[in-house]
Structures are given as C-alpha cells and as structure tokens.
Nanobody
C-alpha cells in the first residue's frame, strides 16, 4: 500500500513563495510519474504539475513559469516550489501518482495566499 504525506503549506502574502514536500512510502517502486494536485474552495481537484522520471515536467497553464516540481528518488520525496503566489492559488495541495492512484490521497497541506 502506498502512502503520501504532504507538508510545507501555510499563509503567505501575494507574491510570496512556499516549498511543499511530499514523502512517499510503501510500494512505490513502480510509480513513474508523480503529480501535485490542488483543490480550491468550491472547486474540483486539479492537476497543477507532474514529473515523469527525474526531469520531464508538465504544468497547468495557471502555474506555468511560477511553480517548479522536482523529485528526489533516493528520499522518495517530491517537491513543489511555488513562487509569485496569487490569491487564486489558495487551495489544499495533494501529491499522488499521475494519473492518481485510487483511494490513496493524503491529508494534503493548506496553502492560503492573502494580504
């Protein structure tokens, strides 16, 4: 069974930065692609960034140029560096495989962007 634990969220002013971390454990040896997802108030969960292998990355248009996804396979950890944050980035952020594994969502980490 795979588990994901997200951390690093918080309250930040517009224009600020945060770095999210996702620690993966369990049977993760066959997960090639990982993703960061978010669910804002009253919205559906959406994929914002994904990474295949170590360097093939993709981003949603809304975060392109501001967010960077990376992974440390030795530590089974995926990161999301978020810069130039906007109020519309406010959401609970989750990590999972891409496409996501069913019934494997963690608690997520809350990111609030507000002045």
């Amino acid at each position: 069974q795979v588990q994901f634990v997200e951390s690093g969220g918080g309250l930040v002013h517009p224009g600020g930065s945060l770095r999210l971390s996702c620690a993966a454990s369990g049977r993760i040896f066959n997960i090639v692609a990982m993703g960061w997802y978010r669910q804002g108030p009253g919205k559906q969960r959406e994929l914002v960034a994904s990474i295949i292998g170590g360097s093939n990355t993709n981003y949603a248009d809304s975060v392109k140029g501001r967010f960077t996804i990376s992974r440390d396979n030795a530590e089974n950890t995926v990161y999301l560096q978020m810069n130039s944050l906007k109020p519309e980035d406010t959401a609970v952020y989750y990590c999972n495989a891409s496409p996501p594994l069913r019934d494997t969502w963690g608690q997520g980490t809350q990111v609030t962007v507000s002045s």
